[in-house]
């Protein structure tokens, strides 16, 4: 058995935490869209055809801004299409994926839905294929109130109010060689000021996402990042990052430790951006946008998934289906404690994707939706993550992995919501074999109590969620902890991701 202490204090903080943290993706990818959100046909659906077990599942889950259309599907998407008369909208090839766009989903229906599931418009616009002028028309049509022809087109087509889109993604991965459109930095760094420096003029109040690198093994990276902020710094807000992490040849020991890969992306992205701030003598701080994050087995996806031939282009195929385990389900929620670590300059995240796609809820055509194993962490961090994040004080034994070196068997991070008097933790124990013991000197808090002790955990860390066995896997609340003398005892089953809940009594 391995042990580790713990020590919080409310008067040690990392930064508030920006609701837009627990954010997620839909892209236009396999059946994210159709047959995930949106199925006419099934026995759930609403009269717009939007599955309501799905619209249940996506507020249990507690998503807070939706990051829309693309992802890679962005790049090549002509907004025109996906607006006005269903009937009148043109089919279109979706260069990114291999399949075919219907557009019977558009700025309009997806905005109904987000209504319906309570969560703010993330809206990324064509920085690959179009431009400048594209982008603009976007942002009038989205938001200006009437009197412009674009402005009232979306009134004829049935939103008499603006959409009111406030965050903006300029682009997407467009660092990567696989992205239609792909440019340099120097070019996209000089495209991306344009766009901006447009919409501002037209709507000042917007919040602007500049591209960062698509991953922090890109051979640009850091590079990227200095020469596109080089270019943005005084227009946009936001530098996005994005990471995915997958088991790889057996090294479950390296896999677990992924939380440490993303906490250094994060320090070199915020490195870069305030060198840029100091070189240029700026007042201003650029933030995070995690506007894309999750485990993807994209091995599996490139050696099975992936659609070729110039005659197969499918309609909503099934494409990166991944089918999460428990080991899966404790990396992501260690990945939730590196976005909460951060706190103070990750201000957004965005959990790719929502449905069916890399997600946490799964749907079958005609049949049940269930909860994968990452749905549960993301759940009840979006729930109880609130306030502030804490600066905690961490000793924990260690232990050697091939990829990352010497890490943590333990991880952590705390919340406190001084209005409420909740305090909230949240760790992971990374050990195949063993224990973790755990002591938290809450003394600082003052008197409190556990309200709930949530862990995810399983004798088999392969074991997963599946149609034939949609509960398989679920959180155990019966965690044996105690609260005495200021300090909590827990212990942590191995490979195991646990939430704490303290309340001042």
């Given at each position: 058995?391995s042990?580790a202490?713990?020590?919080l204090?409310?008067?040690f903080t990392?930064?508030?935490?920006?609701?837009?943290?627990f954010?997620s993706?839909?892209e236009?990818l396999?059946?994210c869209?159709?047959d995930?959100?949106?199925?006419p046909g099934?026995?759930?659906?609403?009269?717009?055809g939007?599955?309501?077990?799905?619209?249940d599942?996506?507020?249990?889950?507690?998503?807070?801004?939706?990051?829309?259309p693309?992802?890679?599907?962005?790049s090549?998407?002509?907004?025109?299409?996906?607006?006005?008369p269903r009937?009148?909208r043109?089919?279109r090839?979706?260069?990114?994926?291999?399949?075919?766009?219907?557009n019977q989903i558009?700025?309009?229906?997806?905005?109904?839905?987000?209504?319906?599931v309570?969560?703010?418009?993330m809206l990324?616009?064509?920085?690959?294929t179009r431009?400048?002028?594209?982008?603009l028309d976007?942002?009038e049509y989205?938001?200006l109130?009437?009197g412009t022809?674009?402005a009232?087109?979306?009134?004829?087509n049935?939103?008499r109010?603006?959409f009111?889109?406030?965050?903006?993604?300029?682009?997407n991965?467009?660092?990567g060689?696989?992205?239609?459109?792909h440019r340099?930095?120097d070019?996209?760094?000089?495209?991306a000021?344009?766009?901006?420096k447009g919409?501002?003029q037209?709507?000042?109040?917007v919040e602007?996402?500049?591209?960062?690198?698509?991953?922090?093994?890109m051979p640009t990276?850091g590079?990227?990042?200095?020469?596109?902020?080089?270019?943005?710094y005084?227009?946009?807000?936001?530098?996005?990052?994005?990471?995915?992490y997958?088991e790889?040849n057996?090294?479950?020991?390296?896999?677990?430790a992924?939380?440490v890969?993303?906490?250094?992306f994060?320090?070199?992205?915020?490195?870069t951006?305030?060198?840029?701030?100091?070189?240029r003598?700026?007042?201003?701080t650029?933030?995070?946008s995690?506007?894309e994050w999750?485990?993807w087995?994209?091995?599996?996806?490139?050696?099975?998934d992936k659609?070729?031939g110039?005659?197969?282009?499918?309609?909503a195929p099934?494409?990166l289906?991944?089918s999460?385990?428990?080991?899966?389900?404790v990396?992501?929620g260690?990945?939730l404690?590196?976005?909460?670590?951060?706190a103070?300059?990750?201000?957004?995240?965005?959990?790719a994707?929502?449905v069916?796609?890399?997600?946490?809820?799964?749907t079958e055509?005609?049949?049940p939706?269930?909860?994968?194993?990452?749905f549960?962490?993301?759940?009840?961090?979006?729930r109880l993550?609130?306030?502030?994040?804490?600066?905690?004080?961490?000793e924990a034994?260690?232990?050697?992995?091939?990829?990352?070196?010497?890490?943590?068997?333990?991880d952590?991070?705390?919340?406190h919501?001084?209005?409420?008097?909740?305090?909230?933790?949240?760790?992971?124990?990374?050990?195949?074999?063993?224990?973790?013991?755990?002591?938290?000197d809450v003394a600082?808090?003052?008197?409190?109590g556990?309200v709930?002790?949530?862990?995810?955990?399983?004798?088999d860390?392969?074991?997963a969620?599946?149609?034939?066995?949609?509960?398989r896997?679920?959180?155990?609340?019966n965690?044996?902890?105690?609260?005495?003398?200021?300090?909590?005892?827990?212990?942590?089953?191995?490979?195991?991701w646990?939430?704490?809940?303290l309340?001042a009594?």
């Amino acid at each position: 058995m391995s042990t580790a202490s713990l020590t919080l204090d409310p008067h040690f903080t990392v930064g508030a935490i920006n609701r837009r943290l627990f954010g997620s993706f839909v892209e236009h990818l396999g059946r994210c869209v159709y047959d995930g959100i949106y199925e006419p046909g099934h026995a759930s659906a609403d009269a717009e055809g939007f599955r309501e077990d799905v619209i249940d599942l996506v507020k249990e889950l507690g998503v807070s801004a939706i990051r829309y259309p693309g992802g890679n599907f962005v790049s090549g998407f002509r907004w025109e299409d996906s607006v006005g008369p269903r009937a009148a909208r043109p089919t279109r090839l979706d260069l990114a994926w291999h399949s075919t766009e219907t557009n019977q989903i558009g700025l309009h229906e997806f905005s109904s839905w987000l209504e319906k599931v309570g969560s703010e418009l993330m809206l990324a616009v064509n920085l690959g294929t179009r431009g400048v002028a594209e982008a603009l028309d976007l942002l009038e049509y989205a938001n200006l109130g009437n009197g412009t022809d674009l402005a009232e087109r979306r009134i004829a087509n049935g939103k008499r109010d603006a959409f009111g889109v406030k965050m903006w993604c300029l682009g997407n991965e467009m660092d990567g060689p696989w992205q239609l459109g792909h440019r340099s930095a120097d070019d996209y760094g000089k495209i991306a000021s344009r766009a901006a420096k447009g919409m501002r003029q037209l709507d000042p109040s917007v919040e602007l996402v500049v591209c960062g690198s698509s991953s922090a093994q890109m051979p640009t990276f850091g590079e990227w990042e200095r020469v596109v902020l080089g270019h943005t710094y005084d227009d946009v807000d936001y530098i996005s990052c994005h990471a995915y992490y997958e088991e790889k040849n057996g090294d479950l020991d390296s896999f677990l430790a992924s939380g440490v890969n993303m906490d250094r992306f994060i320090e070199s992205v915020v490195a870069t951006a305030d060198h840029v701030k100091a070189v240029r003598g700026s007042d201003k701080t650029i933030n995070i946008s995690f506007d894309e994050w999750n485990v993807w087995y994209i091995d599996r996806f490139e050696g099975v998934d992936k659609i070729t031939g110039i005659d197969n282009w499918p309609v909503a195929p099934r494409l990166l289906e991944d089918s999460y385990t428990v080991a899966d389900a404790v990396v992501f929620g260690s990945l939730l404690i590196s976005l909460l670590k951060h706190a103070d300059r990750v201000t957004s995240a965005s959990l790719a994707q929502l449905v069916n796609v890399i997600a946490p809820i799964m749907t079958e055509p005609n049949g049940p939706a269930w909860r994968q194993t990452t749905f549960f962490p993301f759940a009840v961090t979006s729930r109880l993550a609130t306030g502030v994040a804490l600066e905690v004080k961490l000793e924990a034994e260690h232990y050697d992995t091939e990829v990352y070196g010497t890490v943590p068997l333990v991880d952590a991070v705390a919340t406190h919501d001084a209005a409420t008097g909740g305090t909230s933790v949240f760790l992971v124990n990374r050990s195949q074999m063993e224990d973790a013991t755990i002591t938290i000197d809450v003394a600082a808090l003052g008197p409190v109590g556990i309200v709930e002790v949530q862990t995810l955990s399983d004798t088999d860390v392969y074991a997963a969620n599946t149609l034939e066995a949609r509960d398989r896997v679920g959180l155990a609340t019966n965690a044996p902890a105690l609260c005495a003398n200021g300090v909590v005892t827990l212990t942590l089953p191995p490979v195991s991701w646990t939430a704490l809940e303290l309340r001042a009594e």
